[in-house]
Nanobody, 124 residues
Framework: QVQLVESGGGLVQAGGSLRLSCAASGRTFSSYAMGWFRQAPGKEREFVAATSWSGGSTYYADSVKGRFTISRDNAKNTVYLQMNSLKPEDTAVYYC?????????????????WGQGTQVTVSS
């Protein structure tokens, strides 16, 4: 079992930055691929970014490429999402997810564990 707890969300003006953190329990964190997804009101959950177990491979949605960076610290059992140049359309609840498979995926069904989410609101 893996428990995931997100933090770092909040209210920010357009053009600003936030860093989300996701702390994981369990001694096998380093073997999991990790991903970030988001869901805006009235919309389906969408892929944002993912990283392989080592952090050596990363994947991004086109909508965030060049603005967001996913990283992980396996010694701290934590994955991060650095979000720069935020836009109002980035407003959503952001979820952290862990996959038993060691490689990252943009497919939400590939993930086995999910956090409760953290709200990100970008004002114009």
């Amino acid at each position: 079992q893996v428990q995931l707890v997100e933090s770092g969300g909040g209210l920010v003006q357009a053009g600003g930055s936030l860093r989300l953190s996701c702390a994981a329990s369990g001694r096998t964190f380093s073997s999991y691929a990790m991903g970030w997804f988001r869901q805006a009101p009235g919309k389906e959950r969408e892929f944002v970014a993912a990283t392989s177990w080592s952090g050596g491979s990363t994947y991004y949605a086109d909508s965030v490429k060049g603005r967001f960076t996913i990283s992980r610290d396996n010694a701290k059992n934590t994955v991060y999402l650095q979000m720069n140049s935020l836009k109002p359309e980035d407003t959503a609840v952001y979820y952290c997810a862990a996959a038993v498979s060691p490689m990252g995926s943009s497919w939400y069904m590939a993930y086995d564990y999910w956090g409760q989410g953290t709200q990100v609101t970008v004002s114009s």
